[in-house]
């Protein structure tokens, strides 16, 4: 009666589908599930733009891409793992190339890379500039190879069953039907993206709403440096659309209402002519980190120097000087992306942008074998935090992190996995019962629920931007801690208008809320208790870093009816110690 | 589990949009060329039956439901013709590097061949 | 100054309840900015929680949005209102695909057939990871690119009439991302891939309507690959006459 697997993967984007085709590789004799609330092709990891980094060229060093990412990350990423990480890259991005991706080339043949933020060398692999898109297919469609591979497309996860201290599967809904049923399984892998969604603006789709981060949350692992949310500084005002860093790894510049380059008044380096030939210098200026640029905005309109657009300040991304040929070679989905929804054509005029949340770097608790504290739940890529990208990520280290913790979590899944002999079958079927129960009872059958889900949704998105946006202060993080627990009780009284069972898509954004005021909270606490300043997270005040007390991971976890409880976990530190975080040098 | 719901589709599918309908007109331009090609094999067996079925064919030809008729295959045949010609750079692809040449390359060729194959047909057919 | 509105006639179909579909019509404020998917955000955020329909990305790139508008296939995150206004705008299901509920179509046909067609790359032996990439000139890069940007939106099935007619048809899509791995140079699996794209319901279904291409959101033209395919097959062909023992 039950569905049963040996490995199950909840996620089809670039982490989840790595993941099963690593598992798939270990051991062909084993079956593996990939359990996804929309097709695979519909993650995100398809809107991703700019490239994937990996040491490749001559010119370039594994210590050169560890040193960028480890200062990037303002020293809280773990250094051990960077290392591992790096290391791994390259192989995992030739395996993609093996896989079909089409990475753009050199005249002769090689893969070419391009400059990116926060790296001194380039190193960022790109196809063209749908990098995500194309490195998504590429592995759908290998996926498609092993006939170990089973997918369940378009099932919702709604909760994850622990029994006798192991994972041992999940409970979804098949959104054909409306039927709730266990799935279970020796090893379980999250790979359900990020929670932009959380906030109002963001270059994330609809469906990042934290829903695995959830998920391990509730069932007792912890979040990990939730406060770290990455505003990338150019995304199109109002839809929050992304226009890709690589943009400016072209060339682009920013400019503010004076069609000044400002971010020569910030620390980061000087600006070139925009027709010198060693323009744009990587590290420097328009390559500085993302975290430093999106401040740089905000420092720029408190001095009114921003230019004011219908949904807000902006600033200029101009990238005509590069002229139609290359913009056609290199960014034409820019130029599509700016002709469709800023109405400008960038051969032409520059492009209106602002910082909008763009990337998580918090997540679930992993170590570097992807592993969470619960036995036989692992967790890759951007629901995870190893971490690799401390308090701030650079540009293109996102997919492949995919690549790499996606294929780490397969094999230590597949590795799991062969050791479990009997499953909690009785127990586990109880559990899905009680969880099938939970959903009818709160959800389907409520008819005294008063508020609709747009009106807390709303409510949610302001009070994030209002108290945990850029720049933080203790009175707005705390009103922003009180709201959520507001919030977390008016949900309670939530109605719907569709109590049907065939694709309740009003039931699916229901349990979204559930899920994304959970790691809201886990974001604002996580912010308050953190008293420094560090890479995307920054507080008026305590405008400093402070390596004394803060060289630590937050460790937000979750309490039965209140908010989380936070602790610390010390930063591994191998061979860089922490130094000031300088760019523009030459 | 209830069935998914499967509409229906119209005979008159084709009227919905003009690109529809373009795609019958040239697809029944294939009924003149046929029509005519039927009339040109009738031809031929007259010419092989002798003079008199032969003169008897020709006063036929020059009657004006006959000079409709050919009017209207050679209209047809002419669009025909000419939309598949405009279709060729989309099934045959020649490159230079990584560009592919203007489409004007692949189609005027052929209006060439049929207009020096046109001539030369009306030359012989006139040189007596 | 009253605002401006226009009104949506939105394709319901709920099953059980509903024994055919039935057309709901729900007026939203007029913005020139909003796309038809903003307008039924906006019904479902305050109106009516019950319409159900596909989206995500809102720029074009993750293919969930596609749906009938004004009769023409459209991503609904690309069609913008004031095109249509003063309206009515006429939302339904993608055509050609069964309706599971409201907006959302079946298109477990589609995930079959792209299965069939082996959309990855086959070798007769792997290079191993160790020795590099494959090297690809940019010119090889450009003989399948634009059949590579292929999203699965299908709103290429939904235009093509023999699709609608004949379900068992391969379909534009699936036979571009066959032709894309075809020409790709790393890939040595056309053989493979022979029969699924030359049996009776592959490329030789296909009338060259030509529609496909014309509504594709991401200019693959997919028309153009299936017409490829059938000059490469037809040439393969009188190869194959001409030289039995096939120099290839």
Known sequence: MALVHDVLVIGGGGAGLRAAIAAAEADPKLNIAIVSKVYPMRSHTVAAEGGSAGVIKANDTLEEHIKDTISGADWLADQDVVEMFVKSAPAELLQLEHWGCPWSREPDGRVAVRPFGGMRIERTWFAADKTGFHLLHALFQTSLKYESIQRYDEWFATKLLVENGRCQGITA?????????????????????????????????????????????????????????????????????????????????????????????????????????????????????????????????????????????????????????????????????????????????????????????????????????????????????????????????????????????????????????????????????????????????KTDGKERIATIRTEMTKTMEEGAGIYRLEAPLKATCNKLAELRDRFKGVTLDDRSNTYNTELTSVLELENMLEIAEAVAHSAVNRKESRGSHQRTDYPKRDDENYLAHSLA?????????????????????????????? | ??????????????????????????????????????????????????????????????????????????????????????????AVVVRKGEEKIPDAFLITPNYVGWLTISVIIFLIATWS | MAERTITLEVFRYRPGTDKEPVFQ?????????????????????????????????????????????????????AAFLKDY????????????????????????????????????????????????????????????????????????YAACPIYGLESSFVGPAAIALAQRYNLDSRDQGQEERHDVIFRHEGIWECTFVGECSEVCPKDVDPAGAIQQAKVGGALDLVKSMLMPRGAR
């Not at chain 1, 976890?557 to 030459?586: C, F, H, Q, S």
């Not at chain 2, 039956?49 to 032969?54: H, L």
């Open chain 1, 557 to 586: 976890y979750r309490t039965p009816d209140g908010p989380p409880r936070i602790d610390y976990l010390k930063v591994v530190i191998t061979n860089w110690p922490p130094a000031e975080r300088t760019y523009g040098e030459k």
């Open chain 1, 173 to 445: 809904i098949e959104l054909r039907s409306g039927l709730m049923q266990p799935i279970l399984a020796k090893a379980v892998i999250v790979c359900t993206g990020g929670g932009g969604r959380i906030f109002p603006f963001t270059t994330n789709g609809a469906i990042k709403t934290g829903d695995g981060m959830a998920l391990c949350y509730r069932a007792g692992a912890a979040l990990k440096d939730m406060e770290f949310v990455q505003y990338h500084p150019t995304g199109l005002p109002g839809t929050g659309i992304l226009i890709t860093e690589a943009a400016r790894g072209e060339g682009g510049i920013l400019v503010n209402k004076n069609g000044y380059r400002y971010l020569q008044d910030y620390a980061l380096g000087k600006p070139l002519d925009i027709h010198d030939p060693r323009h744009p210098q990587l590290r420097t200026m328009e390559l500085g980190p993302r975290d430093k640029l999106s401040q740089c905005f905000m420092k720029e309109r408190d001095k009114g120097n921003t230019i004011d657009g219908p949904y807000g300040d902006v600033v200029h991304l101009d990238i005509r000087h590069l002229g139609e040929y290359k913009i056609m070679k290199k960014l034409p989905f820019v130029r599509e992306l700016a002709k469709n929804y800023a109405g400008i054509d960038p051969v032409y005029e520059p492009i209106p942008v602002r910082p909008v949340v763009h990337y998580m770097m918090g997540g679930v608790h992993t170590n570097i074998n992807a592993e969470t504290s619960i036995p036989g739940l692992f967790a890759a890529g951007e629901t995870a935090c190893v971490s690799i990208n401390g308090a701030n990520r650079l540009g293109s280290n996102s997919l492949t992190e995919l690549l790499v913790f996606g294929a780490r979590a397969g094999q230590g899944a597949v590795a799991f996995a062969k050791e479990q002999k009997k499953s909690d079958t009785a127990a586990l079927e109880r559990q899905a019962k009680d969880e099938q129960e939970r959903v009818r009872k709160n959800f389907i059958a």
């Open chain 2, 1 to 90: 589990m209830s069935e998914a719901y499967r509409r229906p589709v119209s005979d008159t599918w084709w009227l919905k949009n003009p690109n529809y309908r373009f795609f019958m007109y040239r697809e029944l331009t294939a009924v003149f060329v046929l029509a005519f090609l039927l009339v040109f094999l009738y031809f031929l067996r007259q010419l092989a039956s002798g003079p008199e079925a032969y003169n008897a064919f020709l006063r036929r030809l020059s009657s004006p439901w006959s000079f409709i008729f050919h009017t209207a295959a050679l209209v047809a045949a002419c669009f025909h013709s000419s939309t598949w010609f405009n279709l060729t750079p989309k």
């Open chain 3, 85 to 156: 206004y003063p309206g009515p705008v006429r939302v339904e299901p993608l055509a050609n695909f069964p309706v599971e509920r409201d907006l959302i179509v079946n298109i477990t046909d589609f995930a079959h057939k792209l299965k069939e067609v082996k959309p990855f790359i086959i070798r007769r032996e792997e290079k191993p990871v160790s020795e590099g990439e494959y090297l690809q000139s940019p010119a090889e890069l450009a003989t399948f690119k634009q059949f590579s940007m292929c999203i699965n939106c299908l709103l290429c």
């Open chain 3, 25 to 77: 019509n729900y007026t939203v404020p007029f913005r020139d900015d909003w796309v038809v998917l903003d307008a039924l955000n906006y019904l479902k955020d305050q109106v009516d929680g019950s319409i159900s329909y596909r989206w995500s990305c809102r720029m074009g790139v993750c293919g969930s949005c596609g749906m009938m508008v004004n009769g023409t296939p459209k991503l609904t995150c």
